[in-house]
């Protein structure tokens, strides 16, 4: 869908002061405004035209501009448009205007952004440090392209949390070194009885630097970066950021290359998936349930690689097209098949009994109002009555020939995070089915000529959790300047936390579950 002349037509009449208005790959509207202007035009898209903030991305032009600038990425629900404002923002005294109480999802945004290059939101209501932790120097700011390697100190101080006070009302503080084999997070709850009135969680224990991992890059060289950005996402983030180079360099990929990226990301959402039905049912207590699952889940893993030689998807992409071809030897649709039939006996028997149900109904409740107002991505939005899907709403690889079913759910409980996942594995090993029945023939990749310098592009991808977004630009060698990377647990971690109001203590690890959110792809 090409981007409609009546969205450019209001944004000029609206935003007189807009520069370089243009349109780019078709569907996309770009501009460059003052700071002053990003309200007003926020105002515009988001309560006007109904659109999201998607993204905010900072890059250090200081070397070529003498700014810094900010760049907002909106999209309208269910229509395949963009709009891409971006700003200059002055490095002696680097702010933006807060858009936070006019959009969540901008707090969030606007907080990373104070964190990792230093440019304040003015008029923030919540301005404490989000990636930042006590043992940060205060002047570092590691985005920057002339931050450089420090000692750090912690000083000891805590993280200021809300209080929450009152008779009755108690602290639970748990992790952020957990007994399970996961990475680190903080959970503060307070608790009256058993009963949880708050939730606060305090994550980036493990930031990696993982942005400035790909400064200098060769773009054929990120794409096993972009593979670990998540190890559980291999597919999604290396597809986001190889379709995001694609763009910039204005490359198409074949037609099998994109069919055969549908079959891997499909792969990879439905063994994530089973795992997660699996370890959904461990927490309700059914145990067996789970070890069938796991073992479900591991036969997957070993299709998976028979598909590209990793169980894990890696080395299957590659910047413009795929790595392997449809394995030989191998009728990969026989295998999820029967993997399927399988999975569909254990859900079945599950969620039979009565026990299971029991825990899953009604527990860990997120409306649909919180889930908007959070801007939640993914099976967690779908399960809270929110019909989006990358696939279908801003079709990339082979979706715009084969259309998924969305599959919606507006209970918003456990139990429909559960049914949704189910669901959406019978709907992977179908889309699977007929990409490979109907897999056409051609070459695995096209050449990628070499990025025009400070030409940003983006992708979208629904990976398993939820939208994927990869935002890129090169710089005048051709090597990557900036890569600004968006795991939809970014924004959704902050909804688990209204999801656990009014449950008991003990049904903590079956909510967090149902969400399984990552830690590493939050903690870039």
């Known amino acids: 869908m090409s981007l409609p002349a009546a969205v450019s037509a209001t944004i000029a009449a609206r935003l007189p002061e807009a520069r370089d208005v243009r349109v780019v790959r078709e569907r996309e509207l770009h501009c460059r405004l003052r700071p002053a202007d990003v309200p007003p035009l926020a105002r515009l898209l988001i309560r006007e035209l109904r659109a999201d903030l998607r993204l905010m991305v900072a890059t250090d032009r200081r070397a070529d501009r003498g700014a810094f600038e900010v760049s907002y990425l909106f999209a309208r629900p269910r229509e395949d448009w963009f709009v891409q404002a971006t700003v200059a923002v ?31 939101a003015l008029g923030h209501p919540d301005p404490r440090p989000l990636v930042r932790h006590a043992f940060w120097p205060a002047d570092w700011f590691p985005l920057r392209k002339d931050a450089a390697p420090r000692e750090f100190h912690d ?8 209080q929450v006070g009152g008779e009755g009302v108690y602290e639970i503080p748990v992790g952020p070194v957990h007994a399970g084999i996961i ?23 493990t930031h990696k630097g993982t942005e400035k991992l790909f400064e200098g890059r060769a773009p054929a060289a990120g794409v096993a970066l972009a593979e670990r950005i998540s190890g559980d ?16 360099a204005g490359v198409t990929v074949p037609i099998r290359a994109r069919w055969l990226r549908l079959v891997l990301l499909e792969l990879e959402r439905l063994y994530n998936h089973v795992g ?5 049912l461990n927490d309700t207590g059914f145990a067996v349930a789970h070890a069938h699952c796991f073992r479900i889940r591991e036969r997957l893993l070993r299709l998976n690689k028979r598909v590209t ?27 999820v098949n029967a993997a399927l039939r399988d999975f569909d006996e254990i859900v079945a028997i599950s969620l039979a009994n009565t026990l299971v149900a029991d825990r899953l109904d009604a527990t860990g409740l997120l409306t649909t109002r919180t889930a908007r107002d959070h801007g939640v991505l993914g099976l967690v939005a779908r399960a809270s009555g929110i019909d989006a899907d990358v696939r279908r709403d801003h079709p990339f690889a082979a979706y715009r020939e084969v259309v998924p079913n969305v599959v919606v759910s507006d209970t918003g409980d456990v139990r429909a995070r559960t049914l949704v996942r189910v669901q959406e594995a019978r709907e992977s090993a179908r889309l699977i089915r007929r990409a490979l029945e109907t897999l056409p023939a051609g070459p695995l990749t096209v050449a990628v000529p070499t990025l025009p310098p400070f030409a940003p592009a983006f992708s979208l991808v629904e990976g398993w959790r939820g939208a994927i977004i990869h935002w890129v630009m090169g710089g005048a060698d051709g090597a990557l300047e900036r890569v600004k990377v968006l795991d939809p647990s970014f924004l959704n971690w902050p909804a688990l936390s209204y999801a656990l109001l009014k449950n008991i203590v003990p049904d903590f690890p079956l909510c967090n579950k149902s969400f399984n959110q990552s830690y590493s792809g939050n903690d870039l």
């Not at 000083?155 to 809300?162: A, C, V």
């Open 155 to 162: 000083d000891g101080q805590p993280f200021p949390f809300q």
């Open 183 to 205: 990475e680190p997070g903080h959970f503060r709850f307070s608790v009256v009885g058993e009963t949880i009135i708050d939730m606060k969680a305090r994550l980036y224990f």
């Open 233 to 248: 996402t291999t597919i999604g983030h290396a597809l986001a950021f190889c379709q995001a180079v694609e763009a910039a």
């Open 276 to 280: 997660d039905v699996g370890m959904i």
């Open 90 to 120: 002055d490095a002696a005294e680097p702010t933006i205007p807060s858009l936070a109480t006019l959009h969540y999802p901008a707090s969030r945004f606007e907080r990373e952004i104070a964190d990792l290059f230093g440019i304040r």
């Open 309 to 335: 030689g990793n169980r894990l998807l890696r080395g299957g992409l590659v910047v413009g097209g795929v790595a392997m071809d449809a394995p030989a030897g191998v009728d990969v649709a026989a295998e």
